[in-house]
C-alpha cells in the first residue's frame, strides 16, 4: 500500500497505515481492526503518534492525513469484502457534517458499505463538544457508519448518559485494564465498568493488553474483543493480505 508525503511546518514526514487486529475472546479470532496511521521523518525513524498527531492538527493538516486513512481503509475493504474496520476521527473534525458527508461520498464513489467501517470519537473530546455531537452521530449511524467511544475511563461520560449517543462499541482504556492481576482495587474498577458498560448492550473492547496475568482474569469478565501486543502487533498491508488471504 502506498505512503504519503506531508510538510508539517517545514518538516517532512511519511505517513503509512497499519491495521491492528482486535480479538474476539471467544475462539481468539480476529473479528475486527483498527487503523493507525504512523509516521516516519526524513531519515526514516518512527516519531510517536501522539507527538505528530499533535503537530498536524496545530498545522491544519488533519484533514489531509484523516483522508488517506480513510482511503487506505476502503482500499483494504474493497479487497477482502468481510472486514471491519476502525479510524479515530480528531476532535477537530466532530461536528463537521459536510466532511462527514465526504466520508459517505467517498463509500458510495469505492462500492464500499458505510456498515464496515467504524468511526472512534477521539479521547480529546470534551464533554461539551459530545452534547453537541449528537446530531452529527445521528447523521453518521443514519449513514451506516459504526460509532465507537475509544479510552473510555468514566472521565469523559458517565456511564448513565452512555445512552444517549447510542455508541455500538466502547473500549475501556488501558489505564483501567493494566495492572488489574496485581491489583484488587483495580481489578474491582474494572468489574463495576464492566458489569455497568454491559448493561448498554454495546460491543465491548479492553485496549492495551499487554500481559497474559490480566488476559486471564478478563476472560472472567466477558468483555466483546482485546485489543494489544499480546497477541499481534500493528500489521502492514503485505501482512494483513498473507494473513487474510486475499
Known amino acids: 500500500m502506498k505512503s504519503k508525503n506531508l510538510d508539517i511546518s517545514g518538516k517532512q514526514l511519511r505517513m503509512t497505515v497499519e491495521f491492528q487486529p482486535i480479538i474476539r475472546l471467544s475462539g481468539n479470532k480476529i473479528f475486527r481492526y483498527e487503523a493507525i496511521a504512523r509516521f516516519f521523518n526524513a531519515d526514516g525513524f518512527l516519531i510517536p ?14 484533514r489531509e492525513v484523516t483522508n488517506f486513512i480513510f482511503e487506505s481503509i476502503c482500499h483494504l475493504i474493497k479487497l477482502k469484502r468481510d472486514l471491519t474496520i476502525s479510524f ?5 473534525l466532530i461536528n463537521d457534517r459536510e466532511y462527514l458527508t465526504w466520508l459517505y461520498q467517498q463509500c458510495l464513489h469505492k462500492g464500499v458499505l458505510p ?3 467504524e468511526i472512534e470519537i477521539s479521547q480529546k ?4 463538544q459530545f452534547i453537541e455531537s449528537l446530531p452529527f452521530l445521528k447523521q453518521a449511524k443514519e449513514y451506516g457508519f459504526m460509532i465507537s467511544l475509544g479510552d473510555f ?11 444517549l449517543f447510542n455508541f455500538d462499541t466502547i473500549k475501556i482504556d488501558r489505564s483501567i485494564i493494566e495492572g488489574i492481576a496485581e491489583s ?13 458498560l454491559m448493561s448498554t448492550g454495546v460491543t465491548l473492547i479492553c485496549e492495551g493488553v499487554k500481559k497474559s496475568s490480566d488476559l486471564s482474569l478478563l476472560n472472567h469478565y466477558s468483555p466483546d474483543g482485546i485489543h494489544g501486543y499480546i497477541f499481534h502487533r500493528p500489521l502492514t498491508f503485505t501482512q494483513i493480505r498473507l494473513l487474510e488471504g486475499f
Open 125 to 128: 473530546t470534551t464533554q461539551a
Open 49 to 62: 503518534a501522539q507527538q505528530s498527531i499533535a503537530a498536524i492538527e496545530q498545522s491544519g493538516a488533519i
Open 88 to 92: 479515530t476521527l480528531s476532535h477537530l
Open 184 to 196: 484488587e482495587k483495580k481489578l474491582s474498577t474494572l468489574q463495576v465498568v464492566i458489569s455497568q
Open 153 to 163: 475511563s468514566a472521565e469523559n461520560l458517565q456511564v448513565d448518559s452512555l445512552a
Open 115 to 117: 456498515q464496515q467501517i
